[in-house]
């Protein structure tokens, strides 16, 4: 009968966090990525949403406008986390840490744009907003909270529009659309492979919006916003036959992904250097919790407990400021420093989303190869703030009977390059006057 209660305990809580495995090592706060630009990676994102290269359409369709003619940018971000537990106290402390969970991971984004005439522009950008990957340990003191491999990736294309008013503002808008596709999995109790999973696929939408401004030479700010998803999950929950009450089977459920806001800056100072900064905030806090529920719309159970996502996020804020100099004209080099505040408190941490405060150092450069070519290049190092984890009572996750204390060790490196090429003859562009790059 004991043996029975503990499984049971464990499993009233082995939905919470599911479907967020995966992606503690995510890298704009929560489990957002923020990699999508090598040009932008290079400063710490300082300025980003105010332009400078067409990858800036992400957190600002408007900068499409300063980009002529038809090309394309393709980045691919080589991201290296590490991310280690150490087990302080709970009720398998005796079962000890991990080593490193955290999973290396490419991230690729692609951005395309065509300017129509002097004043429109079309564009489409790919991206994966949102995942990366971990593996637990089966055995070890927090597996209730994490267990196994998983992983969250998603899929997002946005085909956007954008519109130069005249010689000072532009406007842009697009239309998200993001597939997501997840395998995630946790512990049960103290016995080794009993294990709880959820897999599965859907859909979101939502759309971007922004704007920039040149009130003088030399200087230009940007206003970019990209919209709530309401990211639907549709899969399969397992869990071990011995445990009663179980609505093992088809579930679904609705990640309440955030709206962003991103306010970027970029001043010419002479005709070598530029100085950029950035504010962005993240509404986090509409996550809260999301629920689980089987095909009927009753609520999925496990060991006849309710099965909840309790996310319970804050707001995220980013700040970064960065500078570029122009070398000659093919060579120009810039650098930035960054810093994060997580959305995810001390209250509601787990260990599978071990996210937390965090500083950003990077350099970057792009190289002009020819009037058609030309490449981008960035390294960052993030340090993580030391990690404690309490799930105790008061943490919405904690599964009464199975605590666990303990402190994540994190940081990550990211390098980053991409290729930028212009398809048309320069010559025979239209010509706007918002081309400020």
Same mark, same amino acid.
């Given at each position: ?23 503690m090592t995510a890298n704009a706060g929560g489990f957002a990525l923020r990699e999508q630009s090598a040009y932008g990676q290079g400063s710490s ?156 696929? @859907? $859909?979101? *939408?939502?759309?971007? +919006?922004?704007?920039?401004?040149? %009130? ?5 700010? &940007?206003? !970019? /916003? ?89 707001? @995220? $804020?980013? *700040?970064?400021?960065? +500078?570029?100099?122009?070398?000659? %004209? ?5 650098? &930035?420093? !960054? /810093? ?98």
């Open positions: 009968m004991i043996i029975r209660r503990v499984h049971v305990l464990s499993l009233a809580g082995a939905g919470v966090g599911l479907l967020a495995v995966g992606t994102y300082a300025g980003v949403a105010a332009g400078g290269s067409l990858s800036s359409m992400f957190w600002n369709p408007a900068t499409m406008t300063q980009v002529p003619g038809l090309q394309s940018e393709s980045v691919l971000s080589a991201v290296v986390p590490y991310s280690a537990n150490t087990a302080t106290g709970g009720a398998l402390a005796a079962f000890g840490g991990t080593g490193n969970i955290a999973n290396s991971a490419l991230v690729p984004s692609s951005y395309y744009s065509w300017q129509v005439n002097s004043q429109l522009w079309l564009g489409l950008a790919i991206n994966a907003p949102y995942g990366l990957t971990e593996s637990f340990p089966d055995f070890w003191a927090g597996r209730d909270y994490g267990a196994g491999g998983s992983h969250l990736v998603t899929y997002n294309a946005t085909p956007s529009i954008a519109y130069a008013i005249n010689n000072w503002i532009s406007v842009g808008v697009g239309v998200q659309i993001q597939y997501a596709d997840a395998t995630l999995t946790k512990g049960i109790g103290a016995f080794p492979t009993a294990q709880a999973a959820i897999s599965g696929t @859907g $859909w979101g *939408y939502g759309f971007t +919006a922004g704007l920039t401004l040149t %009130p003088m030479p030399g200087t230009t700010i &940007g206003l !970019g /916003y990209r919209s709530a998803l309401d990211q639907k999950i549709d899969g399969s929950l397992v869990a071990p036959a011995f445990v009663p009450a179980s609505t093992v089977g088809s579930v679904t459920t609705t990640l309440n992904l955030p709206d962003s806001v991103s306010l970027g800056v970029r001043q010419k100072l002479s005709a070598e250097w530029t100085v950029m900064g950035t504010i962005e905030w993240t509404n986090w806090s509409r996550i809260g919790t999301a629920a689980v529920s089987q095909p009927s719309g009753a609520p999925a159970l496990i060991g006849g407990a309710v099965v909840t996502i309790p996310f319970q996020y804050d707001d @995220g $804020w980013f *700040y970064s400021l960065g +500078a570029e100099y122009q070398w000659n %004209p093919q060579l120009a080099l810039r650098g &930035g420093i !960054g /810093y994060e505040k997580s959305p995810i408190t001390d209250q509601v941490r787990i260990p599978v989303l071990a996210d937390d405060d965090r500083f950003w150092l990077s350099v970057g450069a792009s190289y002009k190869y020819s009037e058609k070519i030309s490449f981008d290049f960035a390294y960052s190092h993030i340090f993580v703030k030391d990690t404690p984890i309490n799930v105790v009572a008061g943490n919405p996750s904690f599964v009464p009977g199975l605590p666990y204390v303990g402190t994540v060790d994190s940081h990550i490196d990211i390098i980053s390059v991409a290729l930028k090429y212009r398809w048309d003859d320069p010559a025979a562009a239209p010509k706007g006057k918002l081309v400020t790059k």
